[in-house]
């Protein structure tokens, strides 16, 4: 167990068997190789995952089955390996979430470039996924109409 420092959540206690390994970092963040996952409450369908090197960077994500029950892709044979991955059960997968103006009814995730996490030896990356139909601006939620 050890003490990690947060600008969101204050100092909390961090099992070493929950740290999210990024061996490359993650895109315009290569030198943040260790994260936690932490769900924002018992009831949402969102979650942080806070750097456990810088105290005020913490990501926001959701599993995208949630909003996007039809979101598939295939996870090349090279990433495959690189994580350890052996079977599609060890695969734990969440995308980015961005909240554009503040505005929660504008929020939007990236389907372009999922977090790939292997669970049986916690080891990740940032996958973009090449030639796919996916944006890194998918709407949560539909736009309201004007009127």
Known sequence: MRKVDTVRFGEIDVEEDKVVHFDQGIPAFEDEHEFIVIPYDAESPYYFMQSLSTPDLAFLLTVPFVFFPEYEFELDDTTQKELGIKQQEEVLLYVLI???????EDMTANLMAPVVINTTNMHA???????????????????KEEG
């Open 125 to 143: 990356r940032q996958v973009v996924l090449e030639r796919s139909g996916y944006t890194t601006r998918h709407r949560l939620f539909p736009k």
């Open 98 to 104: 961005t909240i554009p103006g503040g505005k929660v």
